[in-house]
């Protein structure tokens, strides 16, 4: 297993965004962008993949358990961390589905239509 996957399980598990992953790694102070982050998550045969070094892995990790747990001055609780992430994606509205929107803008007035050619059977 590479660090590339574990990279993908841990964001996947996390449930974590591009922009949120960029966070965690500021405050191990360790800057990258988001277009280097997307190349980590490509497939190997993309002509843009980018492996990912351990330093890079370890220092996601490092601030992970900083977001988690906070620091040694500002401690946190992990499961409250976690809740708060859950919940906030629970709460967003789901998308409206687009056969639905398309029935509401239709007209119901319209009366049957009769075709002068019969179907074959």
Same mark, same amino acid.
């Not at 620091?71 to 994606?89: F, H, Y």
């Not at 589905?97 to 007209?107: C, G, L, S």
């Not at 319209?110 to 019969?118: A, D, L």
């Given at each position: 297993?590479?660090?590339? !996957? ?10 974590? *965004? ?10 191990? !102070?360790?800057?990258?962008s988001k ?9 190997? !045969? ?11 892995? *370890? ?6 358990v900083l ?39 239709? !007209? ?14």
């Amino acid at each position: 297993m590479t660090n590339n !996957d574990i990279f993908k399980k841990l964001r996947v598990a996390l449930m974590l *965004r591009d922009d949120e992953i960029v966070e965690i790694l500021k405050l191990v !102070d360790f800057k990258i962008s988001k277009s280097e982050l997307g190349a980590f998550f490509r497939k190997e !045969d993309h002509p843009n993949y980018m492996e990912c070094k351990d330093q890079i892995l *370890r220092n996601f990790l490092n601030g992970l358990v900083l977001h988690l747990r906070g620091t040694k001055e500002n401690p946190k609780n992990p499961g409250e961390v976690l809740s708060k992430k859950t919940a906030a994606t629970k709460s967003e509205k789901p998308k409206p589905v687009y056969k639905a929107i398309q029935r509401k803008k239709m !007209d119901n007035d319209i009366s049957q239509v009769k075709y002068k050619n019969k179907k074959k059977s």
